[in-house]
């Protein structure tokens, strides 16, 4: 090893540079294979709400669930470059948290959430700011806004 590399930290320096590649590498794959985890979990979450439209009885713990896979949809959208899915997966997770009764307005609330969350894997690539759509994005929080108002 050089002086130089030996106070520059040369194969500290090039050992982290092939770590980053093979992290970015990664996430690059990760990131091709993200449209169809996210619609898995929208389809998660449909089963959750007509599980809980089909059985009253159990309504908050089929709510409580679809929470759980809203919250991987909030955390996971602007990571993969879809910034809408991570903002509607917020709102959705703030109309799904427990501690309250959830009427039947609420679930058809719950319902125009998946819509708008299969429109934004329809209508937009990683990066891409679609106006229609962030205006839903705006509607669904306003109404949550009300719904949690009461």
């Known amino acids: 090893m050089s002086k130089h590399d030996e106070n520059t930290g040369g194969d500290d320096n090039r050992g982290m540079a092939q770590t980053l590649a093979r992290a970015r590498a990664a996430v690059e794959a990760l990131a091709r294979d993200y449209i169809n985890w ?24 089929h709510i409580r669930t679809l929470f759980a896979v809203a919250h991987n949809i909030k955390g996971q959208g602007t990571s993969f470059g879809y910034p809408l899915m991570t903002r509607i997966g917020q ?25 708008a969350l299969r ?32």
């Not at 449909?46 to 309504?59: G, S, T, Y």
């Not at 209508?123 to 719904?147: C, F, I, Q, S, Y």
Request: charged share 30%.
């Open 91 to 115: 709102s959705l997770c703030h109309l799904t948290r427990t501690g309250r009764p959830f009427a039947d307005g609420d679930l058809s609330l719950i319902a125009a959430h998946l819509a």
């Open 38 to 61: 996210a619609r898995a979990d929208i389809d998660a979450c449909q089963k959750c709400l007509d599980q809980a439209v089909a059985q009253p009885d159990q309504r908050e713990t």
């Open 119 to 150: 429109q934004v894997l329809e209508k937009t690539r990683p990066g891409d700011d679609n106006a229609g759509t962030e205006a839903l994005a705006a509607e669904l929080e306003e109404r949550v806004a009300r719904a949690e108002a009461g």
